[in-house]
């Protein structure tokens, strides 16, 4: 099982940043995929999750009308539009995915929101 994130970095406040999540190794189609985030000397969050078919999703209040998760079951992709950045933002975003639970996690990549 893999999962392998991409497309963090610096980026000034209000800005935006997509993040991707290529997925191998097991059913993508059947199970929930999800992002996640820790910030220095916080435990990890959740941010955000999208249902096996694609239908459903949740958030976090924190996030909630600034982020969009999505899923391509064609590429095995999942994605974080993120939009109006705000410096509370900046962590390392966590891809993962599970059906009872998250069972199976990426690497992180860091997303840094700053002037």
């Known amino acids: 099982v893999q999962l392998q994130a991409s497309g963090g970095g610096l980026v000034q406040p209000g800005g935006s940043l997509r993040l991707s999540c290529e997925a191998s190794g097991f059913s993508f189609s059947e199970l929930y995929m999800g992002w996640f985030r820790q910030a220095p000397g916080r435990e990890r969050e959740f941010v955000g999750r999208i249902s096996p078919g694609g239908v459903g999703t949740s958030y976090a209040d924190s996030v909630k009308g600034r982020f969009t998760v999505s899923r391509d079951s064609a590429k095995n992709t999942v994605s974080l539009q993120m939009n109006s950045l705000k410096p509370e933002d900046t962590a390392v975003y966590y891809c993962?995915?599970?059906?009872?639970?998250?069972?199976?996690w990426g690497q992180g990549t860091q997303v840094t929101v700053s002037s």
């Open positions: 993962a995915a599970g059906l009872n639970g998250f069972k199976y």
